[in-house]
């Protein structure tokens, strides 16, 4: 029997993503990564964007002559301003350049990343295909790291892991490192209403090797015993493997201490479309979000929804019944009234995921845009937000993953803040260093002349071997199965790098705090093979042949690029600490996770 007919009430894991339809894609090939062809079979409704959103297209309806004279002398004078600028601990974030929310152009074209929910994607060059050291341009003159090596993990000193009594702040977006946090994970028996497995493994009651969809295993001797379940996977002892579900409130709590402990901010909780009109789904959702709540709120974490209209079978119906769902967030769940709901120029803050992708079903520009409108200008003040686009990494120029037809350039614009996607852009430190100087200071400048604050995503590596091999099995396609480590996380250099990049401007979020289905998790998990279960293909802390890493590490470095944006330490792209750095003060978890 095929198992979706027996929890025909579920969405199907794959229909909440884009990532089980794109077979198209393999490592190392420059393809569009939501379809073969780069138009748009589909087409678009006609544009009626309502009044108040064109106001921006005015703002860049000169001449490409003018625009680009525009963003060459901009460029010029963030040099000229970058080489002069002296960085010192005592500095204040005023005294950085700032993409803050203004009508007057930012000359510095850097960024600051988000987070975005399990739509990653395959990088478009391997690393071999990315330019030689020698041939990199510098991208902040006074400075840019040396790119004949990489970063270094010798620290200049030797400090704490904690982030002393670092408490976010709720009423901003800046100078924030927020994870997304999806809370998919499930098992049977987790009092959860769809009680089946769910993104540990594919089948819903068979957990075992054949079924795996993740490719990181978390360290999970922090949990209490009682929100574990065991599975068909048998550590090297013989024991049983044991994995947790998001539907109990102390796992999610775990994380949110985490966060605390090593000075993350919070979160955007993923709130998934698909299906959420079904009453199990609805309160299967809505559970985890409250544990989200509460989590955040006895940490001291900040939060916010994140909605993703990304699922393979939602089309545009699902924008009016998003607007219900978050009129019942607020009026019932009351969530925008937690003391830990995060604000930004005095309003709660709201993403919605899956705009303007080549993938989605959701294409009506007059329906996006008047929901846009909605919440931006027109609904009752209790329900308005600021509103974050998660879009498509060529937003800006129509092109690659997004919808080419110019009716979305208005869409783009019309959102307070852009977050697009940036998993697998890059897949090394220098090919980071090219797509940031081309990609990210354009789209950065083109934001701050609209007033529109933009944060690009930062991710530790990439590996989505087991969830891509559950697919592509499933097809009739004979198309090879990416590898175990696909994008190396290098010791955490890879991710610093981006940290050190984006820590000049006001917000920063990083992809994902417990994302092990495509490695990019930034939470405890197994640093060595023989912390593996014995069955299955796994990726370890020490893949990389970098020596032993602490099962904390991405925290740390997390919660050291937080210092950074707070210029608590200087800027700077080596490492501040040392693997085997830790004090006694930095909390039961961290100790626990020492060299065990």
Known sequence: MNPSDAFVDDADDCDEDFHCNRKDVEI?????????SLNDPGGDGPDHTPTKLRRRQMLVSGSALVAAVIASLSFVIWILNKTSLAISLTETPSSQPSLALSTTPSVNPSASPSSNPTVSEVPYTSPSMMPSSSSMPSVH????????????????????????GYVPNVSTLRNQ???????????????APINKWKHWFSHPTDASAAYLEVDM?????????????????????GSKVKFFSSARPNVVKKHFEWMRDYGI???FHMRF???IGKPRNYEWKTRVMRNVRAAAESTGRVFAVSYNIAGGKIDD??????????????DNEKVTQSGRYIHHNGLPVLRIYGIGFKASNVTDTDKIAELIQWFRFDADPRFRVFLVGGVPSGWRTLSLDSRENVKWRSIYQSFDAIHPWHVGRWASINGFETYFKNTISADAVLCAELGILYMPTMFPGFSWHNLNRKNRIESSEAIPITPINSIPRQGGRFMWQQAYRYAETE?????????????????KVAKTEHELPAQGAWLTLDADGEGELPRDWYLRLCGWAQRMMLRQISLTDTIPIQPSDYCLECGDGAVANQQR
């Open 177 to 191: 490192i927020i994870c997304g946090y999806q809370g998919w994970f499930a098992y049977p028996g987790d009092g």
């Open 28 to 36: 190392g090939v420059a393809v569009p990564l939501y379809g073969s």
């Open 217 to 237: 295993y978390p360290f999970m001797e922090e949990y209490d015993e009682s929100d574990l379940k065991e599975s068909n996977l048998h550590h090297r002892d």
């Open 265 to 267: 901010s919070g979160v």
């Open 317 to 330: 119906s699902v924008l009016d019944e998003l607007k219900r769902d978050w009129k019942n967030l607020v």
């Open 273 to 275: 479309m698909q299906d």
């Open 141 to 164: 003159p006074s400075v840019a790291p040396s790119l004949s090596q990489s970063p270094s993990l010798q620290p200049p000193t030797s400090p704490t892991t904690k982030l002393e």
């Open 507 to 523: 917000n920063i979020t990083t992809v994902w705090m417990a994302q092990v289905d495509e490695g990019t998790a930034i939470f």
